[in-house]
Nanobody, 113 residues
């Protein structure tokens, strides 16, 4: 079974930056994405990227977040800049069908005022 593991979350001050990482146990996904969810709210797509480098961003994070992929390491990154308290959420990595969906366990990001 393919496993995804996220890292890089934590507590940061408003305006600060974090870089999240998601590493897959195998290089089998043509597309990978970052999602986030806050209790009481629907999970939303933050950004996604293909193995060719094409990317898509939520309008809520455009110009502040950047997604990238290191194919050799089976790793996807999410650079998060100019963080706002509204960005506080559990961030999860997704490997979609085919062959998934496979989700990582998530990493918590908390942005203080």
């Amino acid at each position: 079974q393919v496993q995804l593991v996220e890292s890089g979350g934590g507590l940061v001050r408003g305006g600060g930056s974090l870089r999240l990482s998601c590493t897959a146990s195998a290089s089998i996904f043509a597309v990978m994405g970052w999602y986030r969810q806050t209790p009481g709210k629907q999970r939303e797509m933050v950004a996604s990227i293909t193995v060719t480098g094409a990317s898509i961003y939520s309008d809520r994070v455009k110009c502040r977040f950047a997604i990238s992929m290191d194919n050799a390491k089976n790793t996807v990154y999410l650079q998060m800049n100019s963080l706002k308290p509204a960005a506080t959420a559990a961030y999860s990595c997704l490997g979609p069908p085919p062959p998934g969906p496979f989700w990582g366990p998530g990493t918590q990001v908390t942005v203080s005022s």
